[in-house]
Every structure is written in structure tokens, then in C-alpha cells.
């Protein structure tokens, strides 16, 4: 059973900046892929991007490519999501998720098996 818990949102304007950090419980983490979603109010929870963390290779959908960027520290069990130039629309409940297993191209909800709380990010115009 693996735990994840986020860390790191919060309230920004836009143009702002936040780091979100997921640490995860499973030591044996290293054949896992890590994926951030969101979910604004009344929608559906939606993919972000994912690392596989033996890789580092990495994936975002199109509309935070070149604003967002994923990467892990091994060392700590640790993944972090880098949110620049936000906007008004990441606004958010942000999740971090694990899928147990390596998948070719993980971007449904349901590829994930562990789930985080959730971590609330705010952008204001």
C-alpha cells in the first residue's frame, strides 16, 4: 500500500509561481509512474502530467506544456510539479497519484492505483 500526500498550494495572482511536492510512503517506488490531476469545481478530475520515475521520462497535456514541469528526487521519494506562469483556469484541487506498475502512456484516471488528499491551488486574476 502506497501513501502520498501533497504539500505546497496555496493562493497566487496570475503570472505567479507555486511548487507542489508529493512525498509517497513505498520505498520500492523506483518501477512506479507518478501522475498530477486536477479538479475544478464541477468538473471532471483531469490529467496533468506524469514522470516514470525509473526513467524520468516525462508527459503533460497540451494546455500546461512549457509552464509545468515534473520531476523526482529518488533519494527522498519525493515528486514535485513546478506551476509558472499560472493562470486563472489552474485552478484546482491538484492530486498526485501512483500507478504500481509501467504503462506505455498512463493518462486516465483509472490507470492510477494510489491517490494523494489533494492539494488545494487558487490563481486569481
Known amino acids: 500500500q502506497v501513501q502520498l500526500v501533497e504539500s505546497g498550494g496555496g493562493l497566487v495572482q496570475a503570472g505567479g509561481s507555486l511548487r507542489l511536492s508529493c512525498v509517497a510512503s513505498?520505498?520500492?517506488?523506483?518501477?512506479?509512474?507518478l501522475g498530477w490531476f486536477r479538479q475544478a469545481p464541477g468538473k471532471e478530475r483531469e490529467f496533468v502530467g506524469y514522470?516514470?520515475?525509473?526513467?524520468?521520462?516525462?508527459y503533460y497535456r497540451d494546455s500546461v506544456k512549457g509552464r509545468f514541469t515534473i520531476s523526482r528526487d529518488n533519494s527522498k521519494n519525493t515528486a514535485h510539479l513546478q506551476m509558472n506562469s499560472l493562470k486563472p483556469e489552474d485552478t484546482a484541487v491538484y492530486y498526485c497519484?501512483?500507478?504500481?506498475?509501467?504503462?506505455?502512456?498512463?493518462?486516465?484516471?483509472?490507470?492510477?492505483?494510489?491517490w494523494g488528499q489533494g492539494t488545494q491551488v487558487t490563481v486569481s486574476s
Open positions: 497519484s501512483a500507478r504500481s506498475a509501467l504503462a506505455v502512456h498512463p493518462t486516465a484516471v483509472a490507470s492510477y492505483d494510489y
Open positions: 513505498e520505498r520500492t517506488f523506483s518501477t512506479y509512474v
Open positions: 514522470i516514470k520515475w525509473n526513467s524520468g521520462t516525462t
